[in-house]
């Protein structure tokens, strides 16, 4: 009897794609990785979130990463200058904005309050890695307050951070990205959208040294299609 012919289809072979983003792309991009895996299959998509600062760090370390996402134009700047990313993958995926977040149960009504004495503590990203920490900085230098508020200021590792110190009550304010502040509604609420920043965009691009290139090209054009940045506007980012 002749051998029957094996009919089973052949598994697709397992790729990992490891995506280092922003922290503050957190929960959007964990949505999308589920999204972009589904429609790959032996796909999986590892993240690494982090202050984008750091996450450049840890690429020009030689970190085994193949998309890079940063919530500022100069982190990935930096990239660029360093040769970490392959520069005609570069592309803005979203957008943000920069607000005060106080506890609920707080006076505070704009930036211009926290100079009062009820306000000791003002948790802010740091600004050597933290891109919120800039954004920070060029608001409240804008405003002619950066120097009169620094004996108050916290500096925090991410906008998390930030985020998670207003919502334990251990600071008075925070500075931190519109997207975070509705994490928790419950527990503090936005005084005021604050300016006089760089417009805050998020570029993504594929790591120069990704082992997954073609891989890590799809997964940066799927962030520009229309089912990425419905879950991006879902999580309160718009679009570049």
Sequence with gaps: MAALACSLPLLAAAQQLTVS???????????IGARFEAAKPGVTVRFNFAA???LVQQIAQGAPVDVFASA??????????QKLIAADTRRDVAANAL????????????????SGPAVKRIAVGKVASVPVGRYTQQALGSAQLWSALSPKLVFADNVRQVLDYVA????????VYRTDAGIAKDKLRVAAT???????TYPAAVVADSRQPALAREFVAFLGSAEAQAILARH???KP
């Design 168 to 175: 334990r009550g251990e600071v008075e304010a925070g500075f």
């Design 99 to 114: 607000v005060l977040v106080v506890p609920a149960d707080s006076a505070v009504q704009r930036v211009a309050d926290l």
């Design 236 to 238: 309160g980012f718009v």
């Design 21 to 31: 983003a922003a922290a503050s792309l957190t929960d959007a991009f964990k949505a």
């Design 72 to 81: 500022d134009q100069d982190t990935m700047d930096r990239a660029a200058a």
């Design 52 to 54: 984008s600062g750091v």
């Design 194 to 200: 604050v300016g006089g920043h760089t417009p805050i």
